[in-house]
């Protein structure tokens, strides 16, 4: 970590997607095979109403050198993590290109996603994970995850875009002395936008808030600053809490 600076906020990094400027409607066609990366600026929004600073951070920059910076990271949402990173099958992985679809596979985000997870958990820098986030954090201390959850009486795939507290069936429970529980509470309906979860934990990871059919909806790394929630904070219409903590958390390093 830099030197403290009396007064400094803390310097939330965003973690994003990279595709060709093509996609985008309106784009001059001669910078159509050029590459923008972008992040949900939903995030970058209520980490300055929290107090922080967000950057993005793009998969050029080294995860070591970044968290030598960072106050705090979030691992954002997105597309699945390739199922090569937890023993899945991967007959499901298609060939598109994922600079050419932002929604399939994309084995360079989960690569650099993977290697900032482990640099701030080595740096000791407070880490939130969201849905695939989430996800990340648990692939990368070697946990699995469940391909695809059947459907039940809860639903974790909204038929309803953002921005949304959730169905109210869709109640998690969290454990007692937890950190889930002090920043949400026994109880939370939350919005649900996956159709993948953790299944077996990674190293030193605990379930700490579930839903009623057992999914898991947050994790925790007991003794650090590490939060994994499955929801979308950054979509509730009203504030959870997630992003406050994390950049709460953030700011007693400084």
């Not at 875009?161 to 169905?167: A, C, K, M, Q, T």
């Not at 939350?190 to 839903?211: K, M, Y």
């Amino acid at each position: 970590m830099s030197t403290a600076v009396v007064g400094r906020k803390p310097l939330i990094g965003l973690t994003g997607r990279r595709f060709r400027l093509d996609l985008i409607r309106g784009s001059y066609p001669g910078y159509g095979q050029r590459l923008t990366d972008s992040f949900m600026t939903d995030f970058a929004s209520r980490i300055v109403a929290a107090g922080g600073v967000p950057v993005m951070l793009p998969y050029d920059a080294d995860p070591g050198e970044l968290c030598e910076w960072l106050s705090g990271v979030v691992i954002t949402g997105g597309q699945d993590v390739h199922p090569a990173r937890w023993g899945g099958d991967e007959s499901v992985v298609g060939d598109i290109d994922s600079l050419s679809d932002p929604s399939v596979h994309d084995p360079a985000r989960d690569a650099f996603e993977i290697a900032l997870t482990r640099a701030a958990l080595t740096a000791k820098i407070p880490l939130l994970g969201v849905c695939r986030g989430m996800q990340v954090l648990n692939v990368t201390l070697g946990g699995t995850l469940i391909p695809h959850l059947p459907e039940g009486a809860v639903r974790h795939l909204l038929s309803v875009g953002p921005l949304s507290d959730g169905d109210p069936d869709h109640v998690v429970t969290f454990a007692p002395g937890t950190i889930a529980n002090k920043v949400f509470g026994e109880h939370l309906v939350t919005n649900s936008w996956h159709h993948q979860a953790v299944d077996d934990c990674g190293a030193g990871l605990v379930v700490t808030g579930r839903t009623a059919d057992g999914v898991a909806e947050t994790v925790e790394l007991p003794g650090a600053a590490v939060l994994g929630v499955q929801w979308h904070p950054e979509w509730m219409t009203s504030d959870d809490g997630a992003l406050r903590w994390l950049v709460e958390a953030a700011s007693e390093l400084l």
